[in-house]
Structures are given as C-alpha cells and as structure tokens.
C-alpha cells in the first residue's frame, strides 16, 4: 500500500494524511486501524464512536479528514430480545456521514457495502461484476439498507464531482464475531434448511482479507464499486463436504420458507425474513477489479471457511444420523409454532 496516495499533490510527503475510521471497535475496525497505523509514510487515525453516529453533530468529528472510512453498522441479527431488522439506522447513520463529509470537505470516502446488494436469484450469472444491476431480496432489510446506501452515496458524488469514493461489496465475512460476521453466521443457520437439490455455490471472506482491502481502498483512492472475495468459488458439492456436521432438512421451497419464518419469529435461528434465498441461489462475485489494483486474499473459500467455522461433534456422524438430528430439531421447532399458533388464537377468543 502507498500511503503517498492519501495526500493531495500539493502536499509534501512529510504532511500528515488524516484518516477517519467509524467502527473502528469492532473486529474488522480495529484490523484496518493496525493496517493503516503501519502503513509507510505519516498517516494520522481518528476514529468516531459508533455512539455519535446517530446522535453527536459530526462535522467537528471529520474536521481535518483527508479519507472517511465508514464500517460502523448498527444493523444485529440475534436471538435475543427485539432484533429491530427493519430499522434502517445504518442508512440514517451512513447519510449523516455523507452530510458531514460533504460540509467539511472530504477528498475521498471509503463505504462498506456487500455483495447482498445484488440479491440471490436462479438466473443470477456466475459470477457476477460490480456492472449487475442491484436488486436485492426485497424481504432482506440488510441488503435493502446497503442498496440505498450505494443509492445516496451516488448523488454524494454527483454534489461532490473533486471527491472519490469506494464501494466495498464484501462475501460473507468470517473469523470476525462482531458485526461483520453476522451474515455469515446466519447463512450458516439458514443452510440448516437445505433445497431438495443441493447446495448452491458459496463464497466466505476471512475478516483479515477484508481488512487489507479496506486499507488499500483508503490508502490508494479507489474510485468505484469493488466486489470482495477470494478467487473463484466453492461448488456446492464442495460447500456440502466442509459442512458435514451441520444436519440439514431439505425441503422444498415454500415448506422449506414456512420453516424458516417459523425458526425466526421463535428465536430459533438468527435467521431474519429474506435471508433463505441467499441459502438457496447463486449469488458468487468477481474479484478482477479489486485483483487489479495489487489486492490479493491470503485465504481461500475453504480455509476462510474452516478458520471461522468450530468444529462440532455431528461432523463424526453419518449422513442418516445427522438428518435424523436434523428431523427432530426442526420437527420440534414446527411443533412448538403449531402450539404458540393455537395458544394466540385461544387469548384472542378469551378476549
């Protein structure tokens, strides 16, 4: 990474380039800060709490900042208590960034998106590059919230024609517990229920890749969308052999749907509404782009994958038993939804 490419021309090398990082107590954030922090040349890191993004005037915040890197995502999938899916704070946040960037005068803006954005269909092509056109799950709030965050940043740029800008379209992201990782445990939870016809392809990102494509977006100016991923993708008989101890129900598509609504309004699985399409088509990207410009991943899909993923006991299981186990979880969780439906409609006619 060149950090001479942080400052402007006019500047000489021994001024400091300034760089803002929301985020930055997260997984991933705290990488790009290391990242950045030991880059060659003097670069200076700022970071804004995630607590100031919603409520603190921003502008005193990136007073100074020669690049914004926003990661900070509000956005959790849990199993606990109101998981407030369609709440779009990550867009309201992003706009504010985008104001204040605009208002103090920042040269170049790094965002944080994700291959949701191109939505998971059965006549996706394989793979696909940053011209797809966006049309993600309407159901998926996430990958809604990204899209219109890609939408307003876009006029950002058509206002702000000096200024640069790159788009992060990350695969789903593991070895990161926090934020940037939830996707990826929520596929996996989502897998659980499987199609009658096999596994689609599958892609996984390790946390430490993503953060080195961050950096380089900051530190080299990138302009323009940039997908993120390793090479190729897995096939899905080869996503099925690395996942050999999950159990999997497979069903079809619209039993397969009704389990999964039923698993989610349970709190059975981190899975909200939207996600199940992403479990069952292909939706595997381009990484030329991103290639091009001197980025290159240091884990593939498998070890990405295995890293990120804790080794369980089913996996010594036969195929039959971990279907048998897969039968009973989720034979359990239909039943439980056909008894929470009953007692609904009995508190109903009480009243």
């Known amino acids: 990474m060149a950090s001479d490419s942080l400052r402007d021309p006019g500047e000489t090398s021994a001024t400091p380039a300034t760089v803002v990082v929301t985020g ?41 900042a020669d690049v914004v890197v926003h990661l900070a995502s509000v956005f959790r999938s849990a199993l606990d208590g109101d998981p407030a899916v369609d709440r779009a704070d990550d867009v309201t946040a992003a706009q504010r960034v985008l104001d204040a960037a605009g208002d103090v005068g920042v040269a170049h803006l790094v965002l ?71 996707l990826a445990r929520a596929l996996h939870e989502a897998r659980r229920v499987a199609d009658l016809e096999g596994d689609p392809p599958a892609q996984f990102l390790h946390v430490d890749d993503l953060a080195g494509a961050v950096a380089l977006a900051a530190t080299a100016r990138l302009d323009g969308a940039r997908n993120v991923a390793p090479d190729a993708w897995l096939r899905g008989s080869e996503y099925t052999a690395l996942d050999a101890g999950t159990p999997k129900l497979r069903l079809p598509e619209k039993a397969g749907d009704r389990v999964s609504r039923v698993r989610w309004r349970l709190r059975l699985a981190p899975t909200p509404p939207g996600l199940q399409p ?47 186990i897969a039968l009973g979880v989720t034979g359990g969780a239909l039943a439980a939804g056909a008894a ?8 109903r006619a009480r009243r």
């Open 24 to 64: 930055a107590d997260g997984g991933l954030g705290r990488r790009v800060v290391a990242l950045l922090e030991a880059a060659p040349g003097p670069v200076r890191v700022r970071t804004v709490d995630d607590d100031a993004l919603l409520g603190a005037d921003l502008k005193p915040l990136l007073e100074g």
């Open 278 to 324: 992403y479990a069952r088509h292909p939706w595997v990207v381009a990484n030329d782009r991103l290639r091009a410009e001197g980025w290159e991943p240091e884990h593939s899909h498998e070890e990405a994958f295995v890293d990120g993923t804790p080794a369980t006991a089913l996996a010594t299981l036969s195929p039959r038993r971990r279907q048998e």
């Open 340 to 347: 929470a439906g009953i007692w609904a409609l009995v508190r």
């Open 112 to 182: 944080l998106s994700s291959a949701t954005v191109y939505g998971a269909w059965a006549n996706n092509p394989m793979p696909l590059t940053e011209d797809a056109t966006l049309r993600p799950v309407p159901e998926l709030a996430f990958a809604v919230q990204r899209a219109e965050i890609e939408r307003r940043l876009s006029e950002w740029r058509h206002d702000h024609p000096a200024a640069t800008a790159t788009v992060l379209r990350p695969v789903p992201v593991v070895g990161d517990e926090g934020a940037a990782g939830w």
